[in-house]
């Protein structure tokens, strides 16, 4: 319990229900060598968390840049909410020294691996808007998701989508990914491209933007978001 309440002072919560943020804590590897215990583990929240941060990040985006299009607004957010940076989050409040993990995850290092530590952080997320509502989880995401967006934005680090869904796709299918316009609308002065990623047959992604670039952009961070939710490769 001692944990459990520091690690709610980091994260600047007062829970009403622990048993929601122990749970957020629980590593279905834990419960595979402790069999007897009541704990539940934490995939049903990461499940929830996952959503709430999108939406919160998502609504955020919307009223922080009102000139942004809807191509420009997807590959922001997909920057915020894809696995290192949550994973990054995380680290932030030395999330991985409270998890509990069966002794193999723990062996290979799972306190600080970036998928796990991701799921955990969504997993928190989740626990806490169940326990305080969406009003009170609102400015923590948005205390995380601040600073971080300014260093996105200093470093156009939000660009990177297309590379970094090409590394993913030759590491996991050793294919480089496509893109293909599908639809464009609007005036010659103020098109919107409408542009689809592929990988062999495939379709990853869909994006759209006032520029053929932009929209693949938007594209290759949503294809990015879909990746990012699969097994690694080790866990197959």
Same mark, same amino acid.
């Given at each position: 319990?001692?944990?459990?309440?520091?690690?709610?002072?980091?994260?600047?919560?007062?829970?009403?229900?622990?048993?929601?943020?122990?749970?957020?804590?629980?590593?279905?590897?834990?419960?595979?060598?402790?069999?007897?215990?009541?704990?539940?583990?934490?995939?049903?929240?990461?499940?929830?968390?996952?959503?709430?941060?999108?939406?919160?990040?998502?609504?955020?985006?919307?009223?922080?840049?009102?000139?942004?299009?809807?191509?420009?607004?997807?590959?922001?957010?997909?920057?915020?909410?894809?696995?290192?940076?949550?994973?990054?989050?995380?680290?932030?409040?030395?999330?991985?020294?409270?998890?509990? +993990?069966?002794?193999? $995850?723990?062996?290979?290092? !799972? /306190?600080? =691996?970036?998928?796990?530590?991701? *799921?955990?952080?969504? &997993?928190?997320?989740?626990?806490?808007?169940?326990?305080?509502?969406?009003?009170?989880?609102?400015?923590?995401?948005?205390?995380?998701?601040?600073?971080?967006?300014?260093?996105?934005?200093?470093?156009?680090?939000?660009?990177?989508?297309?590379?970094?869904?090409?590394?993913?796709?030759?590491?996991?299918?050793?294919?480089?990914?496509?893109?293909?316009?599908?639809?464009?609308?609007?005036?010659?002065?103020?098109?919107?491209?409408?542009?689809?990623? +592929?990988?062999?047959? $495939?379709?990853?992604?869909? !994006? /759209?933007? =006032?520029?053929?670039?932009?929209? *693949?952009?938007?594209? &290759?961070?949503?294809?990015?978001?879909?990746?990012?939710?699969?097994?690694?490769?080790?866990?197959?």
């Amino acid at each position: 319990m001692d944990d459990l309440l520091e690690l709610g002072e980091r994260l600047g919560v007062e829970f009403g229900d622990f048993s929601l943020l122990a749970r957020a804590l629980t590593h279905r590897s834990y419960l595979n060598e402790n069999a007897g215990s009541s704990l539940e583990d934490n995939e049903r929240l990461e499940f929830l968390g996952d959503a709430v941060i999108d939406f919160i990040v998502a609504g955020y985006l919307y009223n922080r840049y009102p000139e942004l299009d809807e191509g420009e607004l997807t590959a922001l957010r997909a920057a915020l909410v894809r696995a290192e940076t949550l994973a990054q989050f995380a680290r932030a409040v030395d999330l991985g020294r409270y998890l509990r +993990l069966g002794y193999g $995850e723990e062996e290979s290092g !799972g /306190r600080d =691996r970036t998928p796990l530590l991701c *799921a955990t952080f969504e &997993a928190v997320i989740g626990a806490i808007y169940l326990d305080r509502g969406l009003e009170r989880t609102r400015p923590i995401v948005e205390g995380y998701v601040k600073p971080m967006l300014e260093l996105i934005r200093a470093g156009d680090l939000q660009k990177d989508a297309k590379s970094e869904f090409q590394v993913w796709a030759q590491a996991r299918f050793n294919a480089t990914p496509y893109y293909r316009v599908i639809d464009s609308e609007g005036p010659d002065h103020a098109k919107t491209f409408t542009v689809r990623v +592929l990988v062999g047959n $495939e379709d990853w992604g869909e !994006g /759209r933007g =006032r520029s053929k670039q932009a929209a *693949a952009q938007a594209a &290759a961070a949503e294809a990015l978001a879909r990746a990012e939710s699969l097994p690694d490769m080790e866990d197959l």
